[in-house]
């Protein structure tokens, strides 16, 4: 299959996973919800830190994130497995790494929904500050949340057949994404913070290594992931 | 109804040979041989448990062999894209419960890169033109049935599996399904169901294989070949 076989695949698959969560709000609305609540509590907890409030409201703001898309992974693969929809996607002309990828950038988008929502009570709640260089987030929260929708996708890929895939969520996944956390931590506190470029280059970077490497792993795993 | 014939990738005759599947320790085909030919109707009978299903799950590339071959027209089929000619059907109707069933129709079209227009005639052959619209979850069991199997048949699949078709369908739907069938045969394509009462589609098979603890016992004609 050509490339441009393989993303207008990937693109079916994407533009089906958002037709559904657009009509059912499934996967969105009780991340959001959760994602929310977390922050509340930790905001209780950690935002009257004094010069540390930037760094707890950032910490909390991606533990926030996440809690959140452990929901909206589970929930997407859900759909896959009710009524095994999934084989019908499986037994289509199409390489199962254009079903990771459709997956992928699906819930990629429902992650931003959801981090964009988050963003107003974490900026009001631990009273972070919003500089210009707020902007240098920007390229390290794509990066992150593609990671996470990455990992996610592929690790919830496992859920599909039975339940005992959903605790490897838990046990692997959050594992495996310690650095990317630590470097959308750090880009956002060093981001909010005043910080320039320099500050968040390095982070920026290794999270744009580790989506890269992780990505190639991926799309080669999957394939033998649906196997049964 | 007739339909302009497309071009398929040629699978048939599908191979068989030494086929064994295991779940764990657990046999579930033992050593199968089986050869399928284009243009007939394989009936697939057996108890529960004796392999039906992970037979055709085998054939539809949702299961890899333990051990042992499977050869489409002589090859191995690696490609996802040389699957295209090949439709499974099983015990679920594999829909998306909120997509409407044109939708979820659709869906299966555009990533067999056929043309929407493909999908009418077969909304109408399996009478659903007035529930096309609506979502898979507010259709009945027959409904959500009739419309898994017209996407079973979209794009004249030259291998078509299926797994107790006639669950959930009324005597249209069974109506229709033959009619179907009788269609896919005429067009050359190679036909195996996999189901407990093989009468509904006997007058269609030239084949009818049995299954007992993932051997094949028996496998005579069936006569009344199309």
Redesign the interface.
Known sequence: MSGAGFFRAAGLVARKDLRLERRCGEATLPALLFGALVLLIAAFALAETGDDATAAGCAAFWVAVGLSANLAVVRGWAREREDRALDALRLAPVPPAAILAGKTLALAVSLLVVELALAVPAVAFFRLPVPASAAWLLPAGLLATLGIALVGSLFGAMTVDGSRGELLIGVAVYPLLVPLFLGAVEVSRAALSGGDWADVAGWTLLLAAFDATLGAGALWLFGLLLEE | MERPALPLPALTPVELTGVHRLFGPVPALAGLDLRIEAATLTLVTGPNGAGKSTLL?LL?????PTSGTIRYAGRPLE??????G???L?H????????TLR?NLA??A???RLPRDSLDPWLERFDLRAVADRPALACSRGQAQRAALA?TFLGDPSLVLLDEPTAGLDAGGDRILRETLAASLQRGAAVVVATHDPTPLAHLAARTVRLSAGRLVAGEPAGGAP
């Open positions: 799950r539809a590339g949702l299961l890899r490609r996802p894209d040389a699957a295209a090949r439709a499974y099983g679920h109707t594999q829909l998306y419960g909120d997509l939708e869906l299966a555009d990533l067999r996407r």
